[in-house]
């Protein structure tokens, strides 16, 4: 019997983190915490990878709280055109970056986000999910999520671009990724290895920016519980100081939401 692959170890420890009773964030550190007991190297390199792209600031150029969110028009997993002016019309927008169906992070972020569609749907919002995929693969994402929401193809990258959330993985990195059996370029279409910050933008009927969350270290995510503490007010039409969670570096009295794991 052949040896399992790194990949595959991996996608055991993300079904059993799904399992949980517990916050996204406890979920995610679940499996970061795995890869590091897996392999120590693995996340040797995802740490210094991360050390880069925080160093040189990746990311945090994005539109900022208070700030107008760039208009998309994206195909999702049937092939249908999606544009975020059109979704607008109805109600703020969670638009949620994931790197892809193969990353056990997005995998955990999309499941969280499927669990939550009922009370964001309540509060007369939706969800967009953005991964650089073809549609055959956003679609496997939606499946595994079982997402009542699109997950839209920003296929080579067009959109993260425009919002400066999309980086180099790295020579390093694309090494340890295709040996531990993560070779992305398939489900991408192209051999650039590049990816987008796993970003989260709330996005108001105004079409402003009114959270985002931000953060180079790919295994954090917005918790749920922001997302819908964003959403009720602006549910209910009150006006009040817009947040930003994450690593933002900005002074718009912002509110900085970011965690910490050891893992990788």
């Given at each position: 019997?052949?040896?399992?692959?790194?990949?595959?170890?991996?996608?055991?420890?993300?079904?059993?983190?799904?399992?949980?009773?517990?916050?996204?964030?406890?979920?995610?550190?679940a499996v970061a915490d795995?890869?590091?007991?897996?392999?120590?190297?693995?996340?040797?390199?995802?740490?210094?990878?991360?050390?880069?792209?925080?160093?040189?600031?990746?990311?945090?150029?994005?539109?900022?709280?208070?700030?107008?969110?760039?208009?998309?028009?994206?195909?999702?997993?049937?092939?249908?055109?999606?544009?975020?002016?059109?979704?607008?019309?109805?109600?703020?927008?969670?638009?949620?970056?994931?790197?892809?169906?193969?990353?056990?992070?997005?995998?955990?972020?999309?499941?969280?986000?499927?669990?939550?569609?009922?009370?964001?749907?309540?509060?007369?919002?939706?969800?967009?999910?953005?991964?650089?995929?073809?549609?055959?693969?956003?679609?496997?994402?939606?499946?595994?999520?079982?997402?009542?929401?699109?997950?839209?193809?920003?296929?080579?990258?067009?959109?993260?671009?425009?919002?400066?959330?999309?980086?180099?993985?790295?020579?390093?990195?694309?090494?340890?990724?295709?040996?531990?059996?993560?070779?992305?370029?398939?489900?991408?279409?192209?051999?650039?290895?590049?990816?987008?910050?796993?970003?989260?933008?709330?996005?108001?009927?105004?079409?402003?920016?009114?959270?985002?969350?931000?953060?180079?270290?790919?295994?954090?995510?917005?918790e749920l519980e922001a997302?819908?503490?964003?959403?009720?007010?602006l549910s209910a039409e009150?006006?009040?100081?817009?947040?930003?969670?994450?690593?933002?570096?900005?002074?718009?009295?912002?509110?900085?939401?970011?965690?910490?794991?050891?893992?990788?």
């Amino acid at each position: 019997m052949a040896e399992k692959t790194f990949a595959e170890l991996l996608e055991e420890s993300t079904e059993n983190s799904r399992m949980m009773d517990a916050p996204l964030s406890v979920r995610l550190k679940a499996v970061a915490d795995e890869v590091n007991r897996l392999s120590p190297e693995f996340a040797g390199v995802v740490g210094r990878m991360v050390a880069r792209l925080e160093a040189n600031s990746v990311g945090q150029s994005a539109p900022q709280v208070g700030e107008q969110m760039p208009d998309f028009i994206l195909p999702d997993e049937k092939g249908t055109l999606v544009r975020l002016e059109n979704l607008l019309e109805q109600g703020p927008v969670v638009v949620s970056f994931h790197r892809g169906h193969w990353c056990p992070y997005c995998r955990l972020n999309a499941d969280g986000l499927a669990r939550i569609a009922p009370d964001v749907k309540r509060l007369g919002a939706q969800i967009v999910a953005i991964s650089p995929e073809t549609h055959h693969y956003g679609a496997e994402l939606k499946s595994y999520a079982k997402a009542p929401f699109p997950i839209l193809a920003d296929v080579d990258n067009g959109y993260a671009l425009e919002l400066n959330l999309l980086f180099w993985v790295g020579d390093e990195k694309r090494e340890a990724m295709q040996a531990g059996g993560f070779d992305i370029a398939p489900y991408q279409g192209n051999e650039t290895w590049m990816l987008p910050i796993p970003a989260t933008f709330i996005v108001g009927r105004d079409g402003l920016v009114k959270a985002r969350y931000i953060d180079p270290d790919y295994r954090h995510r917005m918790e749920l519980e922001a997302i819908l503490a964003t959403l009720g007010p602006l549910s209910a039409e009150t006006v009040g100081r817009s947040i930003s969670f994450g690593a933002g570096n900005g002074d718009r009295s912002q509110h900085e939401y970011r965690r910490r794991s050891t893992g990788s």
